[in-house]
Every structure is written in structure tokens, then in C-alpha cells.
């Protein structure tokens, strides 16, 4: 009995590495897209989109590391703890850095040029975001891994921001409203900043160690 439950424990955690896997990947891709498809609009929301994506392959990055390694539990938390804050300063740059450019932007009545590989983009996102989370929860429940809630939970913020990147290319290209990209990249603040302080506090790894 012992060693079928090691067995479906060993399945699961190979699982969650493949999960991992492909949000490494899928977030790689995506911030390359929204950069460059950012870059060439001009639009604010992309790019910070985009640079979020990125940073999400360092969070990623860190969980992926974090199930392959095997070491003494007090280090292998200290190591995660200063990833995570790390990522946590990460966050808050890029949090300053849409919050100074949407303003200014706004300040210089700066339009973008319509991205329809952005809003492509988007509408890709909406959809694999939340499939993807949904798993991660279901092997954290497995696993009784706070680590991957947390990531779960990460990985439904970029839905969030999904959504918000999408309303504001597509008000800005059907109704002409240039400063829906900026104010998209506004509302995309405080919840990047959110993340940037929980990294800094190391609140996902208190999570594990709990």
C-alpha cells in the first residue's frame, strides 16, 4: 500500500514538473510576443504585460528548482525565501516603471497604434491562464504543496491581467479611445505591486514551510 501511494505521489510530482515546464515556456513566449508587439503599437499595457510574462519564467524558474531539489529543509527555504524576494523587487520596478510611462503617456496624450497580435495574444491568454491554474491546483491538492497554491495563484493574477490588456486594446481599436492603453496599464499596477511585496515579505515561502 505503501509504495502505491509513493508510486501516484511520484506520478503527480512529475506532473507538476511538466506543468511547470510549460509555464516556463508558454511565459517566455508570450513576454517576447507582448514586447515586441508592444514596442511596435507603442502601447504601454503590452510591454508591461510582456515584462511581467518574464518574470513569471523567474517565479517558474524557482518552484521547478524548488521540486527537484533535495536538500536540508531550513536551506532549501532560505534559498526559496531569497528567490522569491528577488522576484518580489522585480515586481515593484516594473510596477514604478507602467505606473511612470502610463502617466506620462496620459501627460502627453501619447496614442498607441492598434496591435491585433496583441489582442490575439490576449484572447490566447484568457483561455490557457485558467486551464493551467486549475491544474496546478488540483496537483497542489495532491500534494499538499502550499508552493504550487501559491503558484496556482499567481498564474490566475495573469488572467486577471489578460483581461485587462484585451479591454484596453480593444477600446482603443474599435472606438478609437487612446487613453484606454494607458489607464489598462494603470489598473495592471497595484496588483503587480501586490505580488513585488509578497515576494518581498517571502509570504509564499512561509506558505510551504506551513
Known amino acids: 500500500m505503501a509504495e502505491i501511494a509513493v508510486l501516484e505521489r511520484t506520478a503527480v510530482v512529475r506532473h507538476g514538473r511538466r506543468l511547470e515546464y510549460f509555464t516556463i515556456a508558454w511565459n517566455a513566449l508570450e513576454g517576447l510576443v507582448a514586447v515586441v508587439a508592444g514596442a511596435i503599437a507603442g502601447s504601454i499595457s503590452l510591454v508591461g504585460f510582456g515584462i511581467d510574462s518574464f518574470i513569471e519564467v523567474t517565479s517558474g524558474s524557482v518552484l521547478l528548482w524548488r521540486m527537484f531539489v533535495d536538500a536540508e529543509v531550513q536551506r532549501r527555504e532560505l534559498n526559496e525565501r531569497r528567490a522569491l524576494q528577488v522576484v518580489g523587487v522585480c515586481f515593484l520596478f516594473l510596477a514604478s516603471y507602467i505606473a511612470y510611462e502610463s502617466a506620462m503617456d496620459l501627460w502627453s496624450r501619447r496614442a498607441p497604434e492598434h496591435s491585433i497580435p496583441g489582442i490575439v495574444l490576449a484572447c490566447v491568454s484568457l483561455v490557457v491562464m485558467p486551464l493551467l491554474s486549475r491544474a496546478k491546483r488540483k496537483v497542489g491538492r495532491a500534494l499538499g504543496s502550499a508552493a504550487m497554491h501559491a503558484d496556482a495563484k499567481q498564474t ?53 514551510s506551513r
Not at 489598473?187 to 505580488?195: C, D, L, Q, Y
Open 156 to 208: 490566475e493574477f495573469c488572467t486577471y491581467l489578460s483581461a485587462i490588456l484585451l479591454a484596453g486594446l480593444l477600446l482603443n481599436a474599435f472606438f478609437g479611445l487612446w487613453w484606454a492603453d494607458p489607464v489598462a496599464a494603470l489598473v495592471m499596477v497595484p496588483i503587480i505591486a501586490k505580488e513585488g511585496i509578497e515576494g518581498m515579505q517571502g509570504k509564499a515561502c512561509d506558505e510551504c
